[in-house]
């Protein structure tokens, strides 16, 4: 016996996933015959290759005509052993998010080389459409901008009213250039000179007498 499995996949839509339909244990297959089945609502097919398990060992043949069906079918001059990938089947999704679709595996026959049966063991999968992870990036990037443009306005604002709450500045009074002082006239360091009442000669300052006439001074 031989098992034929399908590996689960995900993607988002407008996008192509490859599905990989796989062969494990193999005993040693001659030829093989097997239908892959899909929802047409949600997957369209594009093409499909042969893995690595029959490329190049085998004849292999893909009938896509029918919509929401893969028709695979091998020959091989010599028998098939072991695990590998039978055949890549790419997909372009076309669904809506969250919408399911199931991979399941039909009318799996297997002959070894002297044409006898061999048991197939069929393991199906579900394909599910994925969130756009490039959408989903954009919009975390517009939340992103729209918070910082909101940021910088509520530190406008704050700012705005803190400048409205502060005192205003008085004026301070301008600074005059000092007036340039008038010379002051010296004070007068002495009287004026007296005269003798007798014989008109100047009088010495201090002397009780005239020094000239010898007229006693008065006062």
Not at 40 to 62: C, M
Not at 97 to 116: I, V
Not at 159 to 188: F, M, N, Y
Request: charged residues 15%; proline residues 9%; glycine residues 10%.
């Amino acid at each position: 016996s031989l098992t034929v499995s399908v590996e689960p996949a995900q993607a988002p839509s407008g996008q192509t996933v490859d599905v990989p339909i796989l062969v494990q244990g193999s005993p040693g297959f001659a030829a093989l015959h097997l239908e892959l089945t899909y929802n047409p609502a949600v997957l369209s097919v594009q093409e499909i290759e042969p893995g690595d398990l029959v490329a190049g060992e085998a004849l292999t043949a893909f009938n896509t005509d029918e919509a929401g069906r893969v028709v695979i079918s091998v020959a091989a001059g010599e028998a098939i052993q072991g695990d590998g990938t039978l055949a890549v089947a790419r997909f372009r999704v076309q669904g809506e998010q969250g919408q399911t679709s199931p991979l399941d595996l039909e009318f799996g026959k297997a002959w070894d080389e002297s044409g006898f049966d061999l048991v197939v063991n069929i393991e199906p999968a579900e394909f599910t459409v994925g969130a756009n992870t490039m959408l989903l990036l954009l919009a975390a990037l517009a939340c992103l901008l729209l918070l910082l443009f909101l940021l910088v306005v509520l530190l406008l604002i704050r700012r705005r009213r803190r400048r409205r709450a502060e005192p205003l500045a008085q004026p301070q009074p301008v600074p005059t250039s000092p007036q340039p002082q008038q010379p002051q006239a010296p004070a007068a360091t002495g009287q004026a000179p007296k005269f003798c009442g007798n014989c008109g000669q100047p009088l010495e300052p201090g002397k009780r007498f005239c020094i000239h006439c010898g007229q006693p001074v008065s006062g």
